[in-house]
Nanobody, 123 residues
Framework: QVQLVESGGGSVQAGWSLRLSCAAS???????MGWFRQAPGKEREGVAA???????TYYADSVKGRFTISQDNAKNTYLQMNSLKPEDTGMYYC??????????????????WGQGTQVTVTS
């Protein structure tokens, strides 16, 4: 069992930045770490993902060029969010698991989830 704890959310103005952190209690061998978000009344969507120990990163089109996912070891994952927009508002979740390679930014395949951290961007 792996526990994930997110932090770093908050309320900011459009154009500002936030950095989300995810601390994992264990290692995800040969798996992925991902960030997902869910706005009120909308489905959860994948934002970014990374495979520990590999250089490849994956992003939703809506955040490419603005968000960066990274790790400092196999347990801590970060999401640097720049040039935030009101449409980035939502609950952000850290997830860990073994998604299919053709569906890395879909929630299916992610076994472990954090409780989420709220991000609110005002115009």
């Amino acid at each position: 069992q792996v526990q994930l704890v997110e932090s770093g959310g908050g309320s900011v103005q459009a154009g500002w930045s936030l950095r989300l952190s995810c601390a994992a209690s264990g290692y995800i061998y040969n798996g992925y770490m991902g960030w997902f978000r869910q706005a009120p009344g909308k489905e959860r969507e994948g934002v970014a993902a990374i495979r520990p120990g590999y250089v490849n990163t994956y992003y939703a089109d809506s955040v490419k060029g603005r968000f960066t996912i990274s790790q400092d070891n196999a347990k801590n994952t970060y999401l640097q969010m720049n040039s935030l927009k009101p449409e980035d508002t939502g609950m952000y979740y850290c997830a860990a698991g073994w998604p299919a390679t053709y569906a890395i930014l879909t929630s299916t395949g992610y076994k472990y989830w954090g409780q989420g951290t709220q991000v609110t961007v005002t115009s």
